[in-house]
Structures are given as structure tokens and as C-alpha cells.
């Protein structure tokens, strides 16, 4: 029986811990990203000094002037201390609308798929005075056939396909209530009202988390990290998601509609911005995750073994 008489001093207990998480964060893909360290200060007046590296292969910006210079990525600018961001200047009184985009046409070696996210911190001027302008678009993505997917912004004003069955604010569709001056829309046919923009008027950096699925028919937003849907519809949402999901251009910035603002030089600001396949990998890369990923080996949970002496 020696096998089973030892002495106690000699035993080593062991214990071995399983670590299961229940709330555990998954991870996708990331299909593009860019923080903006470009490496040096850059305007869109240098048109053909773009970094190519970045996924961007062209600009469109207004002329202003004759300098085109609405589009910066400045140093000391970014969400992060001392890092740079995409900011861009909107005057006021413009008699056209104002174009201040970055894009990629085409999109070269990556596609979004069939459902993806779009993730991005976002500040505006504390000054900001939307004057006689009616929208200021955000980003857009486009199908192989050239028609727009989603064409995103925040709309003062004008929200098209909004049907009285679901969009009524005082007997009419809705054009900006008290409270709310403008919404973040999408001006094709989901129709979908998004979030305020009281919520982000007030020069603090604030993070944006898009939920796009074509087949399940979901276009959703958070801001830093609350449900921002303010009104959904009660009907089909009608071609962008039937249409397909191949995508050949993806341009990230807006413009400013006629009329603009109330004085020179308003400014917004975006930083980190990224597409993926998941919310988690969104959510770590803007820094924000509130989960850690399960440690794994092949989607099996990690067995840990700890020696206790």
C-alpha cells in the first residue's frame, strides 16, 4: 500500500482552476482602421501628398478661397493627449454645400460583409451654429452597382422616407423637436432617427458604435455606449438591404449643406475610426471595451493549474 501512504509534509496540493466567463467579450475582424498618425500634419489643399498607406486614395474639398484646406489631421488634435485627429472647418454663409470627405474609391482589399460595425470618436465646436444649413453628413458606403447604402449625417431639417405611421411629431413628420435641433438620419430608404444633437454639442469627445446587418435588416447606433434609437420604423426598410453588400467605396468626413453656419471656422473632429466584425473589436480599439476576451485555445475555455505548497 505504499501508493497510498505518503506523508503530509510531502504532499503539494494542487488546484486546478477552470475560467469560465459568462459575459465574455467576442472578437471579430478588422476590416479597416485608422488613428490618423500619419507622422506628419497634413490639409486637404496637399491633395497629392495623401498617405496612401491609410486606405485613402482621393479627397473631395470645397474651395475655399482657393486653398481647399477643410480637411486637416492636426498634432496635439486627437482624442488621446498629444495625438492627431481629422478635424475639419465649416464656414459660414456658403452659397453651395460645403464637401469636406475623405475617400476610398475604391476600396482596395477589404469589403464589408454582410453585417460589420463602424466605430469613431467625434467632437464638435462649442460654438457651433447651424444658421440656415440643413444637414452635415458623416460617412458613406456604397453598393458594387454605385448607389448608396448608407449615406449618414446629422439633419436639422429634411428626414426623407419618413413616413406619418411611425415618424409624428405634432401631427407632422419630424423636422427637429424642442430640444433636439438635429438627428443623425440616414437620408435613403431605412429612415431610421438616431440620437440628438444635444448629446454631443458640448466640445467633449464623444464615441460612436454603428451595428449594420443587411440580411437581419438592423441599422443601429450607440453613443458613448447608450442606445441612441430615437424612432423606428413600422414597415419594410425597403432596398439598401436588399440590394447586396459588395461595396466599392467608402468615404468618411460629410459635408455641410447651403446656407452654413453663423461664423467662420466651426470645426468638428473625429479620431480612431474603424470598421470590423465585431463590437468588442470596435469598442477595444476606440478603448472603451468593458470586457475581457475569454482566454482560449480553439474556443476551448484555459484550465489553469496552480501549485499550492
Known sequence: MIGKIMNKKMISRVLLVVLFFSASASYGEVLYSDDFEWGSDWNSSMDNTLPGANGWNGVSASDMGGSYETIY???AAGYKSGSRAMVQYWDSGTGSTHESWLMQQP???WSFPNEYYIGYWFKVDTNWDWGSAASLKTWKVNYTTGDVTWDIGWLSGFIAYCGDDWCNVD????TGDSGCEAALHTDEEVAEVFGCWSDVDDGEWHYFVWHINHSGEVIEVSIDGNDASQMSPSGSYGSPFTEGVGTTRFNFGGNFSAGG??????????DDLIVATSQAEVES??????EAATPSINGIPTIIGVTIQ
Open 73 to 75: 489631421v492636426n498634432s
Open 107 to 109: 476600396i482596395s482589399g
Open 171 to 174: 401631427g407632422t413628420n419630424w
Open 261 to 270: 453656419g453663423g461664423y467662420d471656422e466651426m470645426y468638428t473632429a473625429y
Open 285 to 290: 480599439f476606440l478603448g472603451v471595451s468593458s
